[in-house]
């Protein structure tokens, strides 16, 4: 015990030195004017913001050049490569399951489709080892047919019969995405009078078979855009089958100066079809938005919060999530973090001043307690279906549909110490399809009939590496400001505990996502099997616990999430697990914000870090699309008093002549039309500016979410786990 204070003691010091030395010197490149125009006068790398320009994609080649050379000339990268794809392309992965019509969906990849196929089987089929499957799409064949480089980005299908659905295709990745019909029947797209919109960010959604709510760019009204400066859309029409969008009838409004990722409808409908209601979000920002509801041919506001999350209508009852406290107008408080089902009615503006309803209604359906969190939410005709996480740790539970007494549950089985994910519900007849795995445990897929409150194990995917000689622990660190910050670790059962493993410490911290235990099978094929440690940092701004637990971290306060993480490694170095020689951290999107303020702030701690997919600049990123979407979570720089604490952080302007940097690995996408990849451009460029050693690699094609192909998923992975067992393993 005395070591291990003493150790804490000994990193604490090194950790007040190096706040010290930096709080005593500016950081170079940190303007000092941090107005906008002031901040982008003192930026000398603006070119790379050009997504294609000259300049930007001379960068990229040269860059990759040398960080192939470095990564796929190390003699385990054709081995990591084989080892990836070989797990991303097997057949014997589990299918995932959606109810389509009568039977069951499924997209599939492997070495034969690598860009997929959409197809189906009879769940009696889909039961058996070895389902006999109708191939409905083939999006190999349809990107030679159109010489395309189409990528599946799912299908919408009409209830309950299923047989038209809008299916949205990426060209390369992107998160914009062409949309067409499609007839399950035919198995093939609708060429007379089928709905097809161009490529963009849509937000869309069946009203009837001859109908569908669009929300899109309807191009330039009076000289002006129809998208937010985030490049998302603010109006709402209906697009009959036969016209244009230009034709199409405004149903809402929204403005240009909305927050968010957009105005969005939706159509809510019982297991026969019937409409329960038609509603509209309007997002404020990230996380405030007003909720309308198509009232005969008007849009009424409803008296709701402006901190929600809407998770379906059960009867006449919106079901959703309190992301704050609500008293609702008869003075009943209700807590942040609650599910809720309220009626349609009572949500209603009152009709005259004074009014004042009284519900008698049970709207609260489940509240968790501190150390819970509500993860998943699925609604059918009779059950509200809920995973919960507790501590980190999933479960899932059925409510009964209690309208006017408190709901009575089902707990369903599942793994201890494990996630649960929920999978896809057939409304009317009361199944869905839920998983659950661990970090050491292969997934296993249910199918729940909640009527019947039973749960069927259907089928158990395939173990992906020897997890006999590797443990997982629960621990908490204790950060800046006291607060225990829980992480998992999966660590060799026979580690030495001198500080020699090489750890992965993994974080993300922000928009209320949680991460509890979850089966990485190329993580545990590459890296666990070599004798590597990982693990997830479970730090504030996430949703492990609520939505208290994520706005601890919001805008002014984000340096929580960056002591978090910094305690989680101190403790790991403290506890002799690893020591900063062998621990690297990795972050992907957010996380990148995570990842490269950590190694701005206590480069100290760390050997390696792989930074993919990144937010770094984050004195310009409402300037990078689709940046401004997420004001909300990081404050908005444009204003003075929010960009001084930005300064304060952001990993672009606090990089520093002398630091001792490690070897960092700089990752992203060319079509990555999220966080837009000036950011990862950038700081690699600063760092080689400076004089410091770094990889910088950028897919060409492809887009944030990485799911183009296995095959290029699988030398990403072997990139990345080159690098790691470069910096920590050697």
Excluded at 137 to 158: F, M, N, P, T, Y
Excluded at 234 to 246: D, E, P, Q, S
Excluded at 667 to 679: K, L, S
């Amino acid at each position: 015990m005395r070591s291990v204070t003493k150790a804490i003691l000994s990193i604490a010091a090194i950790s007040c030195l190096a706040t010290s030395a930096l709080a005593q010197s500016r950081p170079p490149h940190m303007p000092t004017d941090l107005s906008p125009a002031g901040v982008r006068a003192a930026d000398d790398h603006l070119a790379l913001e050009e997504v294609e320009g000259t300049e930007a994609m001379a960068f990229v080649a040269s860059e990759n050049e040398k960080s192939l050379a470095t990564l796929t000339g190390d003699p385990r990268y054709e081995t990591f490569r084989q080892q990836a794809f070989d797990i991303l392309s097997a057949t014997d992965r589990t299918p995932s399951p959606t109810f389509l019509g009568d039977g069951i969906g499924n997209f599939w990849q492997d070495a034969e489709h690598p860009k997929g196929i959409w197809r189906r089987t009879t769940l009696a089929s889909y039961r058996t080892a070895t389902p006999e499957w109708e191939t409905l799409l083939d999006i190999d064949a349809l990107s030679a047919a159109e010489g395309r480089d189409w990528v599946w980005k799912g299908a919408q299908c009409l209830a309950p019969q299923e047989t038209r659905c809008l299916i949205s295709l990426s060209d390369g990745g992107k998160d914009a995405v062409v949309v067409r019909e499609f007839d399950t029947v035919a198995k093939g797209f609708v060429t007379n009078n089928g709905f097809v919109l161009p490529e963009g960010k849509h937000r869309i959604a069946w009203l009837d078979r001859g109908t569908i709510l669009v929300a899109t760019d309807f191009g330039l009204e009076d000289g002006k855009p129809t998208l937010t400066e985030s490049g998302y859309p603010f109006i709402v029409k209906g697009l009959r089958r036969g016209g244009t969008l230009a034709d199409a009838g405004e149903m809402f409004r929204g403005a240009a100066t909305d927050g968010g990722y957009g105005v969005s409808p939706a159509v809510y409908r019982d297991g026969e079809g019937n409409i329960l209601g038609v509603l509209v979000n309007r997002p404020l920002d990230t996380y405030r938005a007003e909720t309308w509801m198509l009232d005969g041919s008007n849009m009424i506001k409803l008296v709701l919060p402006e901190r929600i999350s809407i998770r379906g209508m059960i009867d006449k009852r919106l079901v959703f999530t309190l992301d704050e406290d609500w008293t609702r107008r008869e003075g009943q408080k209700r807590t942040a973090g609650s599910l809720m089902a309220v009626t349609l009615n009572t949500l209603r503006p009152p009709t005259r001043t004074g009014d004042l309803f009284i519900s008698t209604e049970a709207d609260v359906v489940f509240t968790p307690n501190a150390r819970q969190s509500i993860e998943d939410v699925a609604v059918t005709d009779e059950k509200i279906v809920v995973v919960v996480n507790d501590n980190v740790k999933g479960r899932i539970i059925a409510f009964n549909n209690n309208a006017t007494r408190p709901w009575t549950s089902t707990i369903l089985p599942a793994a201890d110490n494990a996630a649960v994910h929920l999978g896809d519900v057939a409304r009317k007849t009361g199944r869905v399809f839920y998983t659950f795995e661990g970090f050491l445990t292969p997934s296993t897929l249910a199918l729940a009939d909640l009527t019947a409150a039973t749960a069927d194990r259907i089928k158990v995917s395939p173990a992906r590496f020897d997890a006999s000689k590797h443990v997982v622990e629960q621990f908490e660190a204790t950060s800046t400001d006291g607060t225990k910050v829980p992480y998992f670790l999966v660590r060799p059962i026979a580690a030495p505990m001198d500080g020699s493993t090489p750890t992965i410490l993994f974080g993300y911290g922000g928009f209320q996502i949680a991460f509890p235990p979850a089966y990485k099978p190329e993580m545990g094929r590459l890296w666990l099997e070599n004798g590597g440690a990982f693990v997830i940092a479970n730090i504030r701004g996430g949703g492990e616990f609520g939505p208290a637990w994520h706005q601890a971290a919001l805008k002014e306060n984000r340096q929580r999430a960056f002591d978090d993480f910094a305690a989680v490694a101190r403790d790991l170095s403290a506890r002799r697990i690893t020591s900063p020689r062998r621990l690297g951290i990795y972050g992907r999107s957010n996380g990148g914000v995570l990842t490269s303020v950590s190694i701005t702030q206590h480069p100290e701690f760390y050997n390696a870090a792989v930074i993919e997919s990144p937010l770094i600049d984050m004195l310009r990123y409402p300037d990078l699309p689709a940046g401004a979407s997420w004001i909300g979570e990081y404050g908005d720089p444009r204003i003075p008093e929010e960009a001084a604490y930005i300064a304060r952080y952001s990993g672009y302007q606090n990089l520093r002549e002398g630091a001792r940097y490690p070897r960092l690995y700089i990752t992203t996408n060319t079509r990555d039309d999220r966080v837009h990849p000036g950011h990862a451009r950038k700081f690699a460029a600063r760092l080689g500016q400076m004089g410091y050693d770094h990889l910088y690699y950028e897919e060409t094609s492809g887009g944030h979410s990485n799911d183009a192909d296995p095959v290029a998923n699988a030398r990403r992975w072997a990139r990345h786990y080159v690098y790691l067992s470069q910096q920590l393993m050697d």
